[in-house]
């Protein structure tokens, strides 16, 4: 248990941290992030409609964030080393991704399937994990 208390719960919080602080820059940054994934030749009113999903989805991301920093403090996933290398991994992918984004053009459907993969899919788990931890009183999944 020392092993893993010494490697991958440091690692799962700086991962959560990492891809916090960027979708936090994204938020700052809405409007430069919205008008770099829309073509040239596109309106006033398609960068309007950009930000606002970009809005909801950024907003979204964060509070699944918020669930997992939950679960992980509380202590109910904290101890799981499967999960845990399921969300450094998908934490830590959309941290560099999304701040490659951040630095270059990028195509808009590229956060939706960074948000699937590496936001939802972590907090459902998570999801998994606190209502067995506190609803049904299981250690593990």
Excluded at 44 to 72: H, N, P, T, Y
Aim: charged letters at 15%; glycine letters at 4%.
């Amino acid at each position: 248990m020392s092993a893993y208390s010494n490697s991958l719960i440091p690692a799962r919080f700086l991962s959560l941290i990492g891809h916090m602080t960027i979708l936090i820059i994204i938020f700052w940054s809405l409007e430069e992030s919205s008008r770099k994934c829309l073509r040239h030749d596109q309106e006033e009113g398609d960068l309007i409609d950009q930000m606002r999903r970009m809005k909801w989805g950024v907003s979204l991301a964060l509070a699944f964030i918020v669930i997992e920093f939950l679960g992980f403090l509380s202590g109910c996933s904290m101890f799981h080393p499967s999960y845990a290398i399921l969300n450094i991994g998908c934490h830590g992918f959309a941290a560099i991704v999304l701040s490659l984004s951040l630095l270059q053009t990028y195509s808009c459907s590229l956060y939706w399937w960074i948000f699937v993969v590496c936001s939802a899919l972590p907090v459902f788990i998570e999801c998994i994990i606190i209502f067995n931890c506190l609803v049904l009183r299981k250690e593990s999944i």
